[in-house]
């Protein structure tokens, strides 16, 4: 089992690659001599933004300000080329009250399934710790991000295409 980890991360972010509707979700973590680069899905990325954002605000409160937020925001774009390191399954979230981190886990495996008895494949994941202030901005730009697709159907909520969506809360009738 192969654990990457970054305590503190450079940069930790989350991006897209690819048009609206066709986006490929990606979370990159790097210091000055490596990067790793996980694709994830949006359902992913939204959840834990707003995993982040509850968290924060039970266990950090007022050490989380607006204004530490915005001068930790990093709202450069990823870091070329691009290359995925491994697809995420599973995410984990905690906070660790002695170090006052949160701390991230990206798997490409359910950590809950594995057996310790048994040989298993190469497993993957990625750990990274961040102060109150970057996670926080973090988590907004994952909502940024996350934000940015197609927009949603007033009626329904489902993702409008370039050429409209069939709405099933309008029988059928494309919008």
Not at 53 to 64: I, K, N, R, S
Not at 143 to 149: I, P, W, Y
Request: with cysteine; glycine share 8%.
């Amino acid at each position: 089992m192969t654990v990457v980890e970054f305590d503190p991360p450079e940069r930790f972010i989350l991006g897209t690659v690819g048009p609206a509707g066709q986006r490929t979700f990606f979370l990159q973590a790097s210091d000055a001599t490596r990067r790793v680069q996980v694709s994830l899905e949006k359902l992913h990325a939204q959840v834990l933004a707003e995993r982040i954002g509850e968290l924060l605000d039970q266990v950090a409160g007022l050490e989380t300000t607006v204004a530490a937020a915005a001068e930790a925001a990093d709202n450069a774009p990823l870091d070329t080329p691009i290359a995925e390191d491994f697809r995420v399954q599973a995410l984990a979230l905690s906070w660790d009250g002695e170090r006052h981190v949160v701390l991230i886990e990206a798997h490409d495996h359910d950590p809950d399934e594995i057996d310790e008895g048994e040989a298993t494949p190469e497993l993957n994941s990625l750990r990274v710790s961040l102060g109150p202030a970057p996670a926080r901005a973090f988590a907004r730009r994952c909502e940024t991000v996350v934000r940015a697709g197609r927009p949603a159907c007033p009626f329904c909520g489902g993702a409008i295409d370039a050429d409209g969506h069939i709405c099933p809360r309008a029988n059928g009738y494309k919008r």
